[in-house]
């Protein structure tokens, strides 16, 4: 079945780099996708990427896709204090509509 | 646009009393979705529904009935609430060949 895997927890310095990763277990995944969440707030979409690509980039963010390894990372370069939240990694198995499958999310806390 | 808005913002219920949880989205979305997030738990999808006139479940749909009232609107129905319900509910839409889901702000439901 699918699962998506993080790690729960990360702490970094502001100016640092960050690094958050995720790993999938189906390789019939076509999208994966990036969620951002603040405290009380909803999810909001920071990016995706399409799983014939390896990498895409938006400003501070870098999306590392290893399909081989089903392995998924989001680099934010020099992390601010407000980047601190819950980051959620999530799949989808086909274009159009399908339903997504999340991870538990990776805490993210930037320290000044 | 408002994107995805959801209403109440909170809700206190007692045990056996019914509620329903309310979701619109002004994107022309054809697929909308309610999740629950549970801490430790991550996003779990209770229902969604493909398109107007069609809705399935999802992984966690006990105790729980959905209506997709038109193209903009789906609600979510607790018939007889039950503390294991306390939750935050998401509501999300999406419509796009990339299938990203845009998501509500949530409603904080406590069944005492």
């Known amino acids: 079945g699918e699962d998506v895997e993080q790690s729960l927890f990360l702490s970094v310095r502001e100016g640092d780099s960050s690094v958050i990763n995720c790993t999938y277990t189906?390789?019939?995944?076509?999208?994966l996708y990036w969620y951002k969440q603040e405290p009380g707030a909803g999810l909001q979409l920071l990016t995706y990427?399409?799983?014939?690509?390896d990498m895409k980039q938006d400003q501070r963010l870098t999306v590392l896709l290893n399909k081989k390894d089903k392995h998924l990372s989001l680099r934010i370069a020099d992390t601010q204090t407000g980047d601190s939240a819950i980051y959620f990694c999530?799949?989808?198995?086909?274009?159009?509509?399908?339903?997504?499958?999340f991870g538990k999310g990776t805490m993210l806390l930037v320290s000044p | 646009n408002a994107g995805v808005t959801q209403t109440p913002k909170f809700q206190v219920l007692k045990t056996g009393q019914s509620m329903t949880l309310q979701c619109a989205q002004d994107?022309?979305?054809?697929?909308m979705y309610w999740y629950r997030q549970d801490p430790g738990m991550g996003l779990r999808l209770i229902y969604y529904?493909?398109?107007?006139?069609?809705?399935d479940k999802g992984e966690v749909p006990n105790g729980y009935n959905v209506s997709r009232l038109n193209k903009r609107e789906f609600s979510l129905r607790l018939e007889s609430a039950a503390p294991s319900q306390t939750s935050v509910y998401f509501c999300?839409?999406?419509?796009?060949?990339?299938?990203?889901?845009?998501f509500g702000p949530g409603t904080r439901l406590t069944v005492t």
């Open positions: 994107m022309n979305h054809n697929s």
């Open positions: 999530a799949e989808s198995m086909f274009s159009g509509y399908s339903t997504l499958t």
């Open positions: 999300a839409s999406s419509g796009l060949a990339a299938n990203e889901q845009y």
């Open positions: 529904s493909a398109s107007e006139g069609t809705t």
């Open positions: 990427i399409f799983s014939n690509m």
């Open positions: 189906d390789s019939s995944s076509t999208y």
